[in-house]
């Protein structure tokens, strides 16, 4: 694993029964951690629970928006965006049709192949960087 857990519960949310969540969610949570990376302005990633699922908060730099990963009743596991910000309708403009989503929350998937780096890397690019995106456009 490249990115140790910042505590034993989060590193618990992740012990799944069923396979193919855990690994759809850890490699979500590897999308988060190696995006910010790429990005100075993000800032370190706070790790933390909220609802008992994994939350990624720019806690330091306060620039994007919280995204959590768990799993929703219609799918194996999701990434879900705060529901009232602008993210999940700018992601299906930007990539219509490619996913199933829940409302203007999630992004659910089956399998953990569904990840895609590109487009759901801009997706969390997008979230990590939202209120850096709001102030440049208010």
Not at 130 to 137: L, N
Request: glycine share 6%; with cysteine.
């Amino acid at each position: 694993m490249k990115y140790s857990f910042s505590s034993a519960k989060i590193e618990e949310a992740f012990d799944l029964k069923d396979v193919d969540a855990r690994l759809g969610l850890l490699t979500l949570r590897e999308l988060i951690f190696d995006t910010a990376a790429e990005n100075p302005a993000v800032g370190r990633v706070e790790e933390a629970l909220r609802w008992g699922q994994p939350a990624y908060l720019t806690s330091d730099s306060k620039s994007g928006s919280t995204l959590r990963l768990g799993v929703p009743k219609g799918a194996k596991f999701a990434m879900f965006v705060h529901c009232q910000s602008r993210l999940i309708p700018e992601y299906l403009m930007t990539f219509p049709a490619w996913d199933r989503v829940e409302g203007t929350r999630a992004v659910l998937f089956d399998h953990p192949d569904e990840v895609e780096p590109i487009r759901h890397g801009w997706l969390i690019k997008r979230a990590l960087t939202y209120h850096i995106r709001e102030a440049i456009a208010g």
